[in-house]
Every structure is written in structure tokens, then in C-alpha cells.
């Protein structure tokens, strides 16, 4: 079975209120978006890459040229992330077996490297649940309900990352089976809503989300940095 990468690039980037969707900003010399597409492109894991961009998009074509050996750009974003995603498998369908692996990542996720790439995979290791990376919780953790204000045992709590990694076929099942597409803010949440648990790989903290303004800072100290 193959590996195939799909970074959903169709988001606007509300909480990050620049002129246009972050992942077009410039982070470290380059669009976030060709940072993680570069991350893919250098990974001998992994046969091809597709980005899933908003129909409308008209910045596409300067970041990643038509012809770029190795990707493929998909113009068939939605309104939230889920739809993004689903409709870009269900465009894959003649390209993709049911049992190749889709690995999902953020357009904003500009850390991503070819290491990461293959922790993930070697990770997972054929789980029929798959995985993603992510990092245990360090800080202390505090819930308000109904004012109600406790602290939640860090023990076993983690942060979910991107890639995450998933058969074409179970992906495609758990995401036509989830019904409140806001509530899927990662695909990992509806392999899980079909009773399956994806293992957690340790991710690295350099392979943050771009969220808000002040990350685009922290993205960029870590992308100066020498790698490894
Ligand atoms: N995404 C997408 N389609 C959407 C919404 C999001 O492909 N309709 C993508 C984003 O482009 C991003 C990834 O999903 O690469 C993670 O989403 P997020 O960080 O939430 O990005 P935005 O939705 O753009 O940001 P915001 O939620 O602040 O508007
Ligand atoms: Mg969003």
C-alpha cells in the first residue's frame, strides 16, 4: 500500500486576521503552505501529494506552480476543514485504493519535517486504527463548567497534532459518518466517534499550528533553527 499526503489549504484564517488566508503568509521566507508541501516533497515515504484549496482561490498558482513534480492541487475546498477533506477523498477515488494510507496536514503546520514523516508512519505501523503525532500535555489543566472551576489530571492528556494518518477507506467512513462537521477539528475525532482509538506517536513542538498573529513569531524561531 502507498502513502499519499493531503494538506487541506481552503481555510480563511479568521482568528488570524491578516489581509488574506494564512496559509499564504510569509513564514521564514516562504508560504507556510510551501513549507509543508516541501516537508512531503522531500519524504521518500510518501507518492504524492495533494492540496485541497477553496474554488475561489486565487493565490494557488504562485505558491505551487501547475506542473510541480509531485503534487497535485485540488480545487474543491468547503466550508469547514471536514468538508475540505472529504471532498477532496471523494476526488481521489479513482486515484486512491482502499488500503493506501492519507496522511492529513495543515496548510499551517509549516515544522513539519521528513523525520516526523516517518515517525509517523513507522508509528502507526499498519494499525488498522491509524494515528497521528502529538505531544503530552505539560502545562496544568483547569475546566469552568457552571462555575464550577476544577483541575484535570494532566496524567494521559495530550495535543493533537498534524499529520495524522489513516486508511482511504476508514477515513472516508468516519468522516461521512460524523454529523456536526464543526465538531471534527481533526480527522482523528471521527475515526474515534466509530469506537476506534488511532495511536499517538510523539510529535515535536516545532510542528505547531499557525493559529494566531503571535504564532507566526514562535513558527519562525523554530524554522531558523538548525533541524534534528
Ligand atoms: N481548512 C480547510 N477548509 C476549511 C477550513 C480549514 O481546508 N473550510 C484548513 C486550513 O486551511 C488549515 C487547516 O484546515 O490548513 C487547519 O484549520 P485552521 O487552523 O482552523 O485554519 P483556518 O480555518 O483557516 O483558521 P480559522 O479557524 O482561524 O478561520
Ligand atoms: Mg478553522
Not at 503525532?133 to 494532566?154: I, S
Request: charged content about 20%.
Amino acid at each position: 500500500p502507498r502513502h499519499y499526503a493531503l494538506i487541506p489549504a481552503a481555510g480563511v484564517g479568521a482568528r488570524m486576521a491578516a489581509d488574506g488566508p494564512k496559509q499564504y503568509l510569509t513564514v521564514g521566507g516562504k508560504p507556510m503552505l510551501r513549507h509543508a508541501l516541501e516537508a512531503f516533497l522531500a519524504s521518500d515515504r510518501i507518492a504524492h501529494t495533494y492540496i485541497v484549496v477553496s474554488p475561489a482561490d486565487g493565490q494557488i498558482d504562485a505558491v505551487v506552480p501547475p506542473g510541480l513534480d509531485g503534487v497535485t492541487v485540488l480545487r474543491c475546498g468547503g466550508a469547514t476543514r471536514m468538508e475540505s477533506v472529504q471532498n477532496a477523498l471523494h476526488a481521489l477515488r479513482a486515484q486512491v485504493r482502499d488500503g493506501d494510507s492519507i496522511l492529513v496536514h495543515d496548510a499551517a503546520r509549516p515544522g513539519l519535517t521528513p523525520e516526523l514523516i516517518a515517525r509517523l508512519i513507522d508509528g502507526v505501523a499498519g494499525d488498522p486504527a491509524g494515528g497521528l503525532l502529538a505531544l503530552p500535555v505539560v502545562d496544568t489543566v483547569k475546566r469552568a463548567a457552571g462555575g464550577q472551576v476544577a483541575t484535570v489530571p494532566r496524567d494521559g492528556l495530550w495535543l493533537a497534532q498534524t499529520p495524522q494518518m489513516f486508511s482511504y477507506a476508514l477515513l472516508r467512513r468516519a468522516l461521512d459518518a460524523a454529523t456536526d462537521a464543526s465538531a471534527v477539528t481533526d480527522d482523528a475525532s471521527a475515526v474515534e466517534a466509530l469506537g476506534l482509538s488511532p495511536r499517538l506517536v510523539p510529535g515535536d513542538p516545532r510542528n505547531l499550528k499557525v493559529t494566531l498573529p503571535a504564532d507566526v513569531r514562535i513558527a519562525e524561531m523554530y524554522l531558523a533553527q538548525p533541524t534534528t
